[in-house]
């Protein structure tokens, strides 16, 4: 079983910026799919981005798509969903999360960092 540890969350004002890092530990980072999935209270979790194992393709949901950009960096075993032009709708728990390939589903799951974003 590995770890994966979420940073980078906090308030921001809307139209600004944050990125996030998922660190993952205890697996071949370059063998796995990282995913971001947020839930914002009282809704279901939604699918924000993901990247797949050879960072080749990229997926985003249509609610952040042209804001939002996930990459990865194999040597530092580290993910990163980077935030632009924040807007209220986005504050939510972000997770990082893993598998073989993009989801819906993934195995594995950090625990999240809060992202709020005040209007």
């Known amino acids: 079983q590995f770890v994966l540890v979420e940073s980078g969350g906090g308030l921001v004002q809307s139209g600004g910026s944050l990125r996030l890092s998922c660190v993952i530990s205890?697996?071949?980072?370059?063998?796995?799919?990282i995913g971001w999935v947020r839930q914002a209270p009282g809704k279901e979790r939604e699918g924000v981005a993901c990247?797949?194992?050879?960072?080749?393709?990229?997926y985003y949901a249509d609610s952040v798509k042209g804001r939002f950009t996930v990459s990865r960096d194999n040597a530092k075993s580290t993910a990163y969903l980077q935030m632009n032009s924040l807007k209220p709708e986005d504050t939510a728990i972000y997770f990082c999360a893993a598998d073989f390939q993009c989801g819906p589903d993934y195995g594995s799951w950090g625990r999240g960092t809060q992202v709020t974003v005040a209007s």
């Open positions: 205890g697996f071949s980072f370059e063998r796995l799919a």
């Open positions: 990247i797949n194992v050879g960072g080749t393709r990229t």
